[in-house]
């Protein structure tokens, strides 16, 4: 999802605020420029929007300016999908913006101040007429915030900002990489292999609408408030509820096993970082608890397995146990075909050092999109800036062949290999965690069992090369599975034997469910789920009935489909799009289901 729309050209020519409003006639810098800058000619450029709603963000979070709280707008969190933001703009006006992080699509309401919630909102046009976009990127900036080189300069601004910016060319500098930094982030989206921020704005401007009634049923209600006071969007029951939920600060990093170790700087970039609106679930917690507590023991406990339905949070459980313990995060999916070589290595053709530093000089496929001349130039010498594509790619692939001709001639007949680590083994050698994710659809049940002597406390295990490896004490093994799908087969009992905690995630009863998916999903319409909660129980009894085994129906299904209902307000239309199309790929069936569960309870 990559476009240009949110930071329109027209939009860089409006006047910067204060204090840098004397760049106005001269916005663009070639000293300073943000990491995401890959064109030859360097340059970053101050941008009034992206300007505004930082300032506006500093406000809320150390007012200067003596306005009362209610003016200063808010921002928060809807579990782990939406940012709520409330902006206050300088035509007087508050700017509610919902910000779906997953798609990049917005919502957004105009309100006459005082706000209303009763009210209905005006629609928000990003046009040069009307809006400049302000509000849109307000709602961006934790996000924005979570990335290393926009948070340095944010903090480095805002120290100019408060002393008064008696270097103003140093602020300004701090100002245009953080422009630079977003303006990019922004426009190449999910394109960028790290750091992309998904933003969907049409084409023409119109920024689809927030509803009064979605508002008023409390469709978007923050369940954390990051900054400020909202003053239409109300924080709902969950919001009442942060005080006994676990927050970040308490827990990421809170449980290292090991106080005298410390990570390289490789190490640290692969150690999850977990975002303000994740909420971390309880069990999660007492894992980290007790693999910190039974360290000094002569058994401490690093095995650990996760067992249920699909859709429960398993591997994003598995991902904040490594943040709790602040390890590295390794994964394997296995397969029906996984082998035991497939977890601890395997002896595979070598392939000449110097060949492969060839290979490393070729330009990537972003490389070629983003910016064709630089990659023609790193394959010919030669900078056109007029070459496309298309022509890059064709010299790519000509160079690619010309070099394995060149390399392979030059070989005799002897084939050489090395042994190559997986992550597992990876995980062993330097005590990271790693999870190994669906094990039960393994064809051969033998497989694990020859991990045993890892899970085992003599810690040590024969590689394929012959090497004898120790576990490294801080290794942890989190087994994730379900038992209940298509291809799962039963864990062999010394396996399960081996782990120092199971947590089996049963399907909840009733009025469980429906309280899980109004925490998850942030919708307050409970009768609605209720009747949603039902309909799926009895489409997962009439499939078990009816030999419908080509799909699924369970916890998942019912969050998409209450997520689906939230966007479209049509419980229907909503089903068409999660659990119709989930439960089957046979029309037939399909119908069946809707005809003997949906309407059925619906019409009841």
């Not at 490896?469 to 209940?484: E, K």
Request: hydrophobic share 35%; glycine share 6%; charged share 20%.
């Amino acid at each position: 999802m990559a476009n240009g729309k949110l930071l329109p050209n027209w939009s860089f020519g409006r006047k910067l605020p204060e204090p840098f409003d004397v760049y106005s006639s001269n916005a663009t810098r070639t000293d300073v420029y943000s990491r995401y800058c890959t064109q030859p000619q360097k340059k970053s450029t101050l941008h009034a929007a992206t300007l505004r709603a930082i300032f506006a963000y500093m406000e809320l979070e150390t007012p200067i300016s003596g306005k009362p709280p209610e003016e200063l707008g808010a921002i928060g969190s809807q579990n782990n999908n939406f940012t709520i933001a409330e902006y206050p703009s300088k035509t007087g006006e508050l700017h509610v913006v919902v910000y779906n992080r997953t798609n990049g699509k917005f919502h957004v309401g105009r309100y006459l101040m005082p706000a209303d919630a009763e009210s209905n909102p005006d629609k928000y046009m990003l046009t040069q007429t009307e809006n400049s976009g302000t509000a849109l990127l307000f709602a961006l900036l934790p996000t924005a915030m979570a990335e290393d080189e926009f948070n340095e300069h944010y903090q480095k601004l805002k120290e100019h900002r408060d002393k008064g910016y008696p270097d103003i060319d140093e602020a300004a500098k701090d100002a245009a990489v953080l422009c630079d930094n977003l303006y990019r982030r922004t426009h190449y989206g999910t394109s960028l292999p790290t750091g992309g921020i998904p933003c969907d704005t049409p084409s023409n401007g119109s920024i689809p609408q927030m509803k009064a009634f979605t508002v008023q049923k409390g469709t978007y209600s923050p369940t954390n408030t990051i900054l400020g006071t909202f003053q239409v969007i109300k924080p709902g029951i969950a919001t009442r509820k942060i005080t006994s939920t676990i927050s970040k600060a308490d827990f990421a990093g809170k449980y290292v096993l090991s106080e005298s170790r410390t990570l390289t700087p490789q190490e640290e970039l692969t150690v999850p970082q977990l975002p303000d609106w994740y909420i971390i679930p309880p069990e999660i917690k007492r894992i980290c608890e007790h693999a910190k507590m039974t360290t000094a023991t002569v058994s401490p406990m690093r095995n650990f397995l996760l067992r249920g339905p699909a859709g429960t949070g398993k591997t994003e459980g598995a991902k904040a146990i490594a943040s709790g313990l602040h390890l590295p995060y390794r994964c394997i999916t296995c397969s029906a075909n996984t082998e035991i070589f497939d977890l601890l290595g395997q002896i595979l053709p070598d392939v000449d050092g110097k060949f492969s530093s060839l290979q490393s000089e070729y330009p990537t496929f972003q490389d070629i999109m983003m910016d064709p001349a630089t990659a023609y130039q790193k394959l010919t010498g030669t900078y056109d800036e007029n070459v496309d594509e298309d022509t890059v790619y064709q010299k790519l692939i000509d160079t690619i062949f010309e070099e394995m001709h060149d390399h392979y001639a030059r070989q005799d007949s002897h084939q050489k290999f090395k042994y190559v680590d997986t992550p597992l083994v990876e995980a062993i050698r330097y005590g990271y965690l790693v999870e190994l994710q669906e094990p039960t659809v393994i064809a051969n049940p033998g497989v694990l069992v020859g991990l045993n002597s890892l899970l085992d406390r003599c810690n040590s295990v024969f590689l394929p090369n012959g090497e004898v490896i120790q576990r490294h004490p801080d290794t942890t093994i989190v087994v994730t599975t379900n038992n209940d799908y298509a291809g799962c087969k039963q864990m062999n009992q010394s396996v399960i034997s081996r782990m120092n905690l199971v947590i089996d995630l049963e399907e909840p009863d009733e009025d469980t469910l429906v309280k899980r998916v109004l925490g998850i999903t942030g919708c307050t319409d409970k009768s609605t789920v209720t009747t949603m909660a039902q309909i799926v129980k009895a489409i997962s009894e009439y499939c078990r009935e009816n030999l419908i085994t080509d799909g699924c129906c369970g916890v998942r299904e019912l969050i998409s489909w209450v997520q689906s209902y939230m966007v479209c307000n049509d419980i229907r239309e909503a089903a068409r799009y999660t659990i119709l199309s989930s439960v089957s790929a046979d029309s037939e069936s399909r119908s069946e289901v809707e005809n003997g569960c949906l309407d059925s309870i619906l019409a009841a």
